[in-house]
């Protein structure tokens, strides 16, 4: 309330508007992104606003690293450095991996946790989600989200998947369970057997998994979920996958009752389908706004910034696509974004003429 009041935005601490940014997909790209974006907000008096961080795919490797800090939103300048630092030593990945080989499902989703973990995060954290719990309430809450993949004829309500430091489980189906229990094994409803949490590298390589690649996490809910789908043959676990493969942004987990959300924003830092989410809300009968037929034109070429406004319980999305005409004009073809956008020269250069110009400029007028 403070941050916004002293932005011109009067309001009363039962008027507060709830602001999620909402990261999307990109590998390596969208880890950087996402940090430059809230270093941005933080210079321009922003950061503080968020209620929620969610994140998918390449963003939650920026996110599990900036709540390894506790204070990270009032100390960016050490969130970003890390970024640069000297990263981890071969011995304690491998390490960690000789313990995670000892297990029952050890799978190519831990190697992946440990590459991403070591190598682009620069360190290996070993807390737990559930550990973030007690963190400072100055921080935006985090949502990390993954989707279901073993029920591929199953609904779409239940291919989302979400973890907060509380509860994870299915948001649109009404199923969750306490966090520090996530890999334990349940079955109506009952806990069969405890098992120990993830650890955050874990979570990583849960969360961003390559094509093939997945993780069995074994979670019984409830038998009313196992009969939702095939009461003949249920799982003895939930393969859960990448949410970037379903959807870039993490818009399911934000829209509704549930959060009350008012305000998304929305970086994407991928070169895909810009408005994907669209067709998704339309489905599971999710208030989303509407969008221009004309702008769902632009989506191989789309402008810099978009705003989509909410109405009644509709959230307002301002929507930032990284590559996007303003920012790649004179520099190389709409058609060739995807494969040149991954250079790393191309990362950098437009990820901080995007925040910088965005950010800054954009946001606080919405405001």
Same mark, same amino acid.
């Given at each position: 309330?403070?941050?916004?009041?002293?932005?011109?935005?009067?309001?009363?601490?039962?008027?507060?508007?709830?602001?999620?940014?909402?990261?999307?997909?990109?590998?390596?790209?969208?880890?950087?992104?996402?940090?430059?974006?809230?270093?941005?907000?933080?210079?321009?008096?922003?950061?503080?606003?968020?209620?929620?961080?969610?994140?998918?795919?390449?963003?939650?490797?920026?996110?599990?690293?900036?709540?390894?800090?506790?204070?990270?939103?009032?100390?960016?300048?050490?969130?970003?450095?890390?970024?640069?630092?000297?990263?981890?030593?071969?011995?304690?990945?491998?390490?960690?991996?000789?313990?995670?080989?000892?297990?029952?499902?050890?799978?190519?989703?831990?190697?992946?946790?440990?590459?991403?973990?070591?190598?682009?995060?620069?360190?290996?954290?070993?807390?737990?989600?559930?550990?973030?719990?007690?963190?400072?309430?100055?921080?935006?809450?985090?949502?990390?989200?993954?989707?279901?993949?073993?029920?591929? +004829?199953? $609904?779409?309500?239940?291919?989302? %998947? *979400?973890?907060?430091?509380? /509860?994870?489980?299915?948001?649109?189906?009404? #199923? &969750?369970?306490?966090?520090?229990?996530?890999?334990?094994?349940?079955?109506?409803?009952?806990?069969?057997?405890?098992?120990?949490?993830?650890?955050?590298?874990?979570?990583?390589?849960?969360?961003?998994?390559?094509?093939?690649?997945?993780?069995?996490?074994?979670?019984?809910?409830?038998?009313?979920?196992?009969?939702?789908?095939?009461?003949?043959?249920?799982?003895?676990?939930?393969?859960?996958?990448?949410?970037?493969?379903?959807?870039?942004?993490?818009?399911?987990?934000?829209?509704?009752?549930?959060?009350?959300?008012?305000?998304?924003?929305?970086?994407?830092?991928?070169?895909?389908?810009?408005?994907?989410?669209?067709?998704?809300?339309?489905?599971?009968?999710?208030?989303?706004?509407?969008?221009?037929?004309?702008?769902?034109?632009?989506? +191989?070429? $789309?402008?810099?910034?978009?705003? %989509? *406004?909410?109405?009644?319980? /509709?959230?307002?999305?301002?929507?930032?696509? #990284? &590559?996007?005409?303003?920012?790649?004009?004179?520099?190389?073809?709409?058609?060739?974004?995807?494969?040149?956008?991954?250079?790393?020269?191309?990362?950098?250069?437009?990820?901080?003429?995007?925040?910088?110009?965005?950010?800054?400029?954009?946001?606080?007028?919405?405001?």
């Amino acid at each position: 309330m403070e941050s916004l009041n002293s932005l011109g935005i009067n309001c009363t601490a039962d008027s507060v508007p709830h602001i999620a940014l909402l990261g999307s997909g990109g590998g390596q790209r969208a880890a950087v992104g996402l940090v430059g974006s809230l270093y941005q907000m933080k210079k321009d008096g922003l950061l503080d606003t968020l209620l929620y961080l969610g994140g998918v795919s390449g963003s939650t490797w920026s996110m599990s690293s900036l709540y390894s800090d506790p204070q990270w939103s009032t100390n960016m300048n050490t969130a970003v450095s890390k970024l640069s630092g000297p990263g981890v030593e071969l011995e304690q990945a491998l390490g960690w991996l000789i313990e995670r080989a000892k297990e029952e499902h050890f799978s190519l989703t831990d190697v992946w946790g440990a590459l991403t973990s070591a190598a682009f995060m620069k360190q290996m954290d070993l807390r737990h989600l559930s550990d973030d719990a007690g963190q400072n309430a100055t921080n935006p809450y985090p949502i990390y989200s993954a989707i279901e993949n073993s029920f591929s +004829d199953g $609904p779409i309500e239940g291919k989302w %998947f *979400e973890m907060s430091p509380h /509860e994870s489980g299915f948001p649109e189906m009404g #199923l &969750f369970i306490e966090t520090s229990l996530l890999g334990s094994k349940f079955q109506d409803g009952r806990l069969l057997e405890k098992k120990p949490e993830m650890d955050m590298v874990k979570l990583q390589g849960l969360c961003l998994q390559l094509q093939e690649v997945w993780r069995k996490v074994k979670i019984f809910f409830s038998r009313g979920l196992r009969r939702f789908w095939n009461p003949y043959k249920p799982a003895s676990c939930f393969q859960l996958i990448d949410a970037g493969l379903f959807i870039n942004v993490s818009y399911p987990s934000f829209l509704g009752d549930k959060r009350d959300i008012d305000l998304i924003i929305a970086p994407e830092f991928s070169a895909g389908n810009m408005f994907e989410a669209l067709d998704y809300a339309a489905e599971v009968n999710k208030p989303f706004p509407k969008i221009d037929d004309k702008v769902l034109e632009e989506r +191989d070429w $789309p402008k810099d910034c978009y705003v %989509f *406004e909410g109405k009644d319980k /509709e959230p307002t999305i301002v929507y930032l696509p #990284l &590559f996007n005409r303003k920012n790649c004009k004179g520099l190389f073809h709409k058609h060739t974004l995807k494969e040149r956008g991954t250079r790393i020269f191309w990362r950098i250069f437009l990820l901080y003429r995007f925040t910088a110009y965005i950010i800054s400029s954009r946001i606080p007028l919405l405001l």
